[in-house]
């Protein structure tokens, strides 16, 4: 079984950053893909980003040249390195692989 929990949402101003935290538990975490969801009130959930297990990366246009998806095979730990954020980012940021989600942190971007 895998379990994801998220770290690092929080309120920041338009134009400013944020790291989200994915810490993943359970074995084989080196041998699959991880993304990161986003799902903002009365909208349905969509992919933000998702690294494979060999560090291979593809992100939705909508955040294309401002959020960065890496990865720690040692700490088990998936980041989503989020620049230049706008009003239209705030939404829940969820982890996923495999099937399992995280419970997922809250971003709100405003001014």
């Known amino acids: 079984q895998v379990q994801f929990v998220e770290s690092g949402g929080g309120l920041v101003q338009p134009g400013g950053s944020l790291t989200l935290s994915c810490a993943a538990s359970?074995?084989?975490?080196?041998?699959?893909?991880v993304d990161w969801y986003r799902q903002a009130l009365g909208k349905e959930r969509e992919l933000v980003a998702r690294i494979t297990a060999d560090g291979h990366t593809i992100s939705a246009d909508s955040v294309k040249g401002r959020f960065i998806i890496s990865r720690d095979h040692a700490k088990r730990m998936v980041y989503l390195q989020m620049h230049n954020l706008k009003l239209e980012d705030t939404a829940v940021y969820y982890c996923?692989?495999?099937?399992?989600w995280g419970q997922g942190t809250q971003v709100t971007v405003s001014s």
């Open positions: 996923h692989a495999l099937g399992y």
């Open positions: 359970g074995n084989m975490f080196t041998n699959y893909g």
